[in-house]
Nanobody, 122 residues
Framework: QVQLVESGGGSVQVGGYLKLSCAAS???????????MGWYRQVPGQERELISY???????YFVDSVKGRLNISRDNDKAMVFLEMNSLKSDDTAVYIC?????????????WGQGTQAIVSS
């Protein structure tokens, strides 16, 4: 059974930093290495937004609004994915949700975590 557990959210001031973690279980080591892992965020009343993903080969995607401020990385040995968030803005306040396991451009993410809250205040 696949399970994704996020951690690392919290309250910070504008300009601050947060590092989110996502621990994945239920995948074999071989499969996890192939999985594209993603991060979404959701604000109440709005649709869930894909902000970043990392492919199995380590290449990355970022939505324009976070480019240059966020970085995604993975530790395949520990089956974990991270999202480092720098220069946080109040607009970054959201629940951040980890997603797995996409295998190519035509596929979609099939599993989701419960999310971790990030609050950015001035």
């Amino acid at each position: 059974q696949v399970q994704l557990v996020e951690s690392g959210g919290g309250s910070v001031q504008v300009g601050g930093y947060l590092k989110l973690s996502c621990a994945a279980s239920g995948y074999s080591a071989i499969i996890f290495r192939l999985c594209w892992m993603g991060w979404y965020r959701q604000v109440p009343g709005q649709e869930r937004e894909l902000i970043s993903y990392i492919r199995g080969d380590g290449s990355k995607y970022f939505v324009d609004s976070v480019k240059g401020r966020l970085n995604i990385s993975r530790d395949n040995d520990k089956a974990m994915v991270f999202l480092e968030m720098n220069s946080l803005k109040s607009d970054d306040t959201a629940v951040y949700i980890c997603a797995s396991c996409r295998l190519n451009d035509r596929a979609t993410f099939g599993y989701w975590g419960q999310g971790t809250q990030a609050i950015v205040s001035s």
